[in-house]
Every structure is written in structure tokens, then in C-alpha cells.
């Protein structure tokens, strides 16, 4: 079955490719206003997307009366942000983040949050998150009416002591962070990590054509 998009509204759009593009790992974003007050808010589009530079990017949407959500006007603003990943734990005070609270609100103190300042940043970092990215903005695209897709570089990483085997050379115990990600629909999470399979990379020189000296492995990323 096709679903065009000339033909569907913004919401069965957004149902398309929300409930297709699972599980989404959830950037738990903090920022702060221009008057200094800090803001935290989950963003389940998004994902790493380069290493030199290291990368990140949030696909941040229009909120339905048309404005930009506090999370893109404060990046827009001040250029800094933190994401946190969110483990089971804290899944619940991450929900309570994107409450739809008057204005005003600290949702941070609302969801009874501990932050600590961060080492590169102005935002504050949220204290119990297992990983942690300070990152600076290096673009802002504005994708459709209050819609931006903010492509940010990393410049610190906190990552929870528990996880890492061996810090020289970047290894860790990724199930050890007990990470949550986004599915489909209204309210459906996942526990990342639970439900794995592995497979070997294949290697053209090993597999496929071990008598053709002309091939060399190119290094795996
Ligand atoms: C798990 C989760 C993932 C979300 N992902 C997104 C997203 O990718 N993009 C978006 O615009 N809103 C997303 N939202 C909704 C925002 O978190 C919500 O609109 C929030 O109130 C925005 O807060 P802010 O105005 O303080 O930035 C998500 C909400 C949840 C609970």
C-alpha cells in the first residue's frame, strides 16, 4: 500500500513516519532562554550523524499553535545544548518534560531533576542521565514554518562510570546503560538492547573473492 504525501495532513505525515522509523533513540535536550532559565525536553527524531567532527542532529517541530518549540528558540538563541540519553529509571521524569505546562513552569524541578553545570557549556547537564553530550550549534536549517533541523557538533561526553571497561580505549558496556528508545504510536517505548542478533561484517577479501589479491579491506566504521 502507497501513502502519498501530496495527499495526507501534517498529522497522518508525522503517523507515517513516526510509526516506520523504530526504534529512535531519545536526545533528552537541555538549553537555556535568554533570560538564563534553564529547559529540558525529549527529541526522539535524532541521531549521530558524523564522528570527524562528531555530530549530532534534532528534528525539531513546529508546536501546534504554529511557534517553535523552547528547545529551538533557545538553541537558535544561545548556540548550546546538552543531550542526554534516558535509561529506564529516569523514563518517567523524561515523559513528564514535554508536559504541556503554562509558561513559567519549571519542568526541570517539576520532574524533580538534579542538574550539575556542564564543563564546555552554558546549559546545565541533567545530574542522573547516563550519557550526557555538551554540543554546540553549528546550524540551525529551518526546515518548514517553525520547524528546525538543528545540526550540532559534540564537545564533551559524560558517560556513567559503571559502563566503561576500558576508558583509554573507548569501550564500554553499552547494556549496562539500560537505555530507552522511542516506538510507534502514543506511549510505546523501547528497552534497547534486550532482543539482540549479531552478524560478522563481510569482507570483500575474506568472503566473496579470497584468490583476488587486488582487493584491500578498508577499515570498518
Ligand atoms: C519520547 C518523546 C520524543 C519526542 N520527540 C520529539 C521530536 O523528535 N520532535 C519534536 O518536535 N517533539 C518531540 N517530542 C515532543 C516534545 O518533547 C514536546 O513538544 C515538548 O513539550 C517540547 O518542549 P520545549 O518547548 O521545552 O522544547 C517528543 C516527546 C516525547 C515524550
Known amino acids: 500500500m502507497q501513502f502519498d504525501f501530496a495527499t495526507l495532513d501534517t498529522a497522518h505525515r ?5 510509526s516506520t522509523v523504530v526504534p529512535r533513540p531519545i536526545a533528552w535536550v537541555t538549553t537555556l532562554s ?4 534553564a529547559n529540558a ?3 526522539s527524531f535524532f541521531n549521530v550523524m ?7 542532529a534534532l528534528g525539531l517541530l513546529a508546536r501546534g499553535d504554529g511557534s517553535l518549540k523552547d528547545t529551538a528558540a533557545n538553541i537558535i538563541q544561545g548556540g548550546e545544548f546538552v543531550v542526554h540519553l534516558v535509561s529506564e529509571p529516569l523514563a518517567q521524569a523524561m515523559n513528564l518534560t514535554c508536559i504541556d505546562a503554562p509558561p513559567g513552569v519549571d519542568e526541570i524541578a517539576l520532574a524533580g531533576l538534579a542538574t550539575t553545570p556542564s564543563l564546555r557549556v552554558a546549559p ?16 540551525a536549517i529551518a526546515t ?27 569501550h564500554f ?14 506511549g510505546w517505548y523501547d528497552r534497547a538492547g534486550t532482543d539482540m542478533f549479531q552478524m560478522d561484517r563481510p569482507a570483500w577479501a575474506d568472503h566473496i573473492a579470497p584468490q583476488d589479491t587486488g582487493h584491500s579491506k578498508e577499515p570498518a566504521r
Open 124 to 139: 546545565p547537564r541533567l545530574a542522573d542521565a547516563p550519557v550526557a553530550f555538551e554540543c554546540i550549534s553549528r546550524a
Open 144 to 170: 518548514g514554518p517553525s520547524q528546525v533541523l538543528v545540526v550540532g557538533e559534540v564537545l564533551m561526553a559524560h558517560i556513567q562510570d559503571d559502563a566503561v571497561i576500558d576508558a583509554a580505549r573507548c
Open 41 to 43: 525536553a525529549p527529541y
Open 34 to 37: 535568554a533570560a538564563g532559565v
Open 14 to 18: 508525522y503517523k507515517v513516519l513516526a
Open 50 to 56: 558524523g564522528s570527524q567532527p562528531p555530530i549530532v
Open 173 to 186: 558496556a553499552t547494556e549496562r546503560l539500560g537505555l530507552v528508545a522511542r516506538m510507534h504510536g502514543a
